[in-house]
């Protein structure tokens, strides 16, 4: 009974995460098993992310790895990286340095919702729900389309009420893949448009981004930031390196947010960071920036991985939605019991997770950061649990 109320509810709503993590400690992990639960690499690091933080490891001041908030260098190379991709003029000031796009989330939610409001965020989708407990915000959750998992700005507009304060958008999506098309994302910004005249207040937009630069099929990407002024960018370097126990991110602001605003965003900044526990990367990470912005794990051996999984799958009868991005493959669990499904495949020696995660109990997750050996291994159990 010791617990915060906010403490209790984030809790809650992480179980199902937890009692998979626990799930999997009870299980017999021989030899030989197949993870292919979590985005971990199962390869050595990418030699250009060594080669990147080892060129930095040796000081070059006494300050070296004195207390460093978000460094000059990292914000200007991020910039520059930005105004390339998604064809905006980002400003370096617009940038704040963060622990991964966990870190960059938290700050964006806090930078501009208070106590009591709303978020609504996509289903099935990622953790945002302890997240938003954790600071008092009221989850809301708006399916995808059922048909395919796109984005139904249909489904945002009807949650939408006078306490939305934000509306988050994740593309390419974690679970499913997808990624949401330009006139789809300018659909949504004029429905927040016209929210938020109806309520008389702003609705500001959270793009979740960080499978922004792992794409397949020579497929295009629209951030949303090109669509609706008021809008907040999210990134995790951790996806793109396959390192994601090395922390770092960054939340970026539009250039199209009216300049007022922008300084009012900017002087919250340093002051919220430290609040929330001098959340910036460490001093190594952010020196790394200059040399990490190019390096990349390999997409199109990921694509073949993809191709393998999927033609192999849908060939044994699983209902699969084709990835356009991330590193997922996300599929209907024969006879809609995923819990069931997940724990026939683990006495296989095959791990995968549960959609349970996503609030989906019908629907499993594939990462295809395994190797092409380890998918190769886990396709007789997953042929052998095929649907009827």
């Known amino acids: 009974m010791e617990l915060s109320d906010r403490a209790r509810a984030a809790q809650d709503a992480i179980e199902p995460v937890t009692s998979f993590f626990v799930s999997l400690r009870t299980m017999d992990r021989q030899a030989g ?3 292919l639960a979590f985005g971990d690499p199962h390869e050595m690091p990418l030699r250009g992310l060594v080669d990147a933080l080892r060129a930095n490891l040796e000081p070059r001041a006494t300050d070296w790895f004195a207390y460093k908030s978000s460094l000059a260098p990292a914000r200007e190379t991020i910039a520059e990286g930005l105004r390339g991709e998604l064809g905006l003029p980002f400003d370096s000031d617009d940038v704040a340095m963060t622990q991964g796009a966990f870190g960059a989330i938290a700050l964006a939610f806090r930078l501009v919702a208070d106590a009591g409001d709303e978020v609504v965020f996509p289903e099935p989708g990622w953790f945002y729900t302890p997240m938003l407990r954790a600071a008092n915000l009221v989850p809301v959750r708006a399916p995808l389309t059922p048909d395919g998992f796109d984005l139904d700005v249909d489904a945002i507009a009807r949650a939408i009420t006078p306490r939305t ?25 004029a429905v927040l448009e016209a929210a938020s005249a109806r309520n008389g207040r702003r609705i500001w937009l959270l793009s979740d981004e960080p499978y922004r630069r792992i794409r397949f099929d020579g497929i295009g990407f629209t951030s949303p930031a090109e669509c609706y002024p008021w809008t907040l960018v999210d990134y995790s370097y951790g996806k793109v390196l396959l390192a994601p126990g090395q922390r770092l991110g960054y939340l970026a602001f539009s250039p199209l947010i009216p300049d007022d605003v922008r300084t009012e965003l900017r002087a919250a900044l340093l002051p919220l960071q430290m609040g929330l526990g001098w959340t910036f990367p460490d001093a190594l990470m952010q020196y790394a920036v200059p040399a990490l912005e190019t390096v990349s794990i390999d997409v199109a051996e990921l694509q073949r991985r993809r191709d393998l999984m999927v033609a192999a799958l849908g060939a044994a009868g699983y209902d699969l939605t084709v990835p356009e991005g991330t590193f997922y493959l996300w599929s209907a669990a024969p006879g809609g019991d995923a819990p069931a499904f997940v724990t026939a495949l683990a006495g296989r020696g095959v791990f995968v997770l549960p959609g349970t995660v996503f609030d989906r109990a019908g629907h499993f997750r594939i990462s295809l950061t395994a190797t092409a050996a380890m998918l190769e291994r886990a396709l007789p159990a997953l042929r052998e649990l095929a649907p009827r």
């Open 165 to 189: 304060r934000v509306v988050v958008v994740n593309s390419p999506a974690n679970p499913t893949g997808r990624v949401y098309a330009r006139d789809r994302l300018v659909e949504l910004g």
């Open 33 to 35: 098993v197949v993870d």
